[in-house]
């Protein structure tokens, strides 16, 4: 069965630099949620996407945004990365509100 | 608002044995989602089971089962005929009707002992 994609896998970006994540979610779900995991923590909720519109929104700092486009595919965009940002970035992906079916994650490093 | 705690930071288990990972969870709603995911060393999150508050009957999947206790808000993860794959940090996690938000208990990490 096909599973949420997320690229690139791995990301190394220096300080104050800007860095974007996509994710495409299963085919026919249309919600997608984005989550930040950091070293040894729990993913923590960030954004989430229903039918191309913002549906909820955790604690994503002003300096990321992201959206859901007509294809579902959505972009995670970081700007002025801090040193703090290094985390495993996961998309998700379910049919409506139920079960989330995570990605492989994005690593991104920030020096 | 909804917390989930997992208050086995640890568990070991040899292989072939049963072992079980427990989970309480905080909510004021009649009607939810809880989750088991496993995490192995790739980092990947990975559904082991589902639960539907509204539903009085365990769910199992294969050697995966958990014990729901509504009225204690308690959700035990009991994998039986341990193997050494099962070995991954595993996460208990709470939806809320209508919410988007998965709420995650802190981890337990499991080691298989061969």
């Known amino acids: 069965a096909a599973g949420v994609i997320q690229s690139p896998r791995h990301l190394i970006k220096e300080k104050r630099e800007t860095a974007t994540l996509k994710c495409y979610p299963i085919p026919r779900h249309d919600t997608v949620y984005w989550y930040q995991q950091g070293p040894g923590q729990d993913p923590q909720f960030l954004i989430s996407f229903y039918e191309k519109m913002q549906s909820d929104k955790g604690s994503i700092p002003d300096r990321f945004s992201a959206q859901q486009f007509s294809d579902y595919h959505s972009e995670l965009n970081m700007s002025s990365l801090e040193l703090g940002d290094s985390a495993l970035y996961f998309c998700a992906s379910s049919l409506r509100s139920d079960t989330q079916y995570f990605g492989p994650g994005t690593r991104l490093t920030v020096l | 608002a909804q917390t989930v705690t997992q208050s086995q930071p640890e568990m070991s288990?040899?292989?072939?044995?049963?072992?079980?990972?427990?989970?309480?969870?905080?909510?004021?709603?009649s009607d939810y989602y809880l989750f088991w995911y496993k995490q192995p060393p790739s980092r990947q999150m990975i559904l082991v089971i589902r639960q539907e508050a509204y539903k009085q009957q365990n769910a199992t999947e294969n050697r995966f089962s958990v014990n729901f206790q509504k009225a204690a808000k308690s959700f035990s993860l009991k994998i039986s005929d341990s193997q050494l794959g099962d070995a991954a940090m595993y996460f208990c996690a709470y939806l809320a009707p209508g919410a988007q938000k998965l709420v995650f208990g802190q981890g337990t990490r499991l080691t298989i002992n061969p």
């Open chain 2, 13 to 29: 288990v040899q292989e072939a044995e049963t072992v079980t990972l427990s989970c309480t969870y905080d909510t004021s709603e």
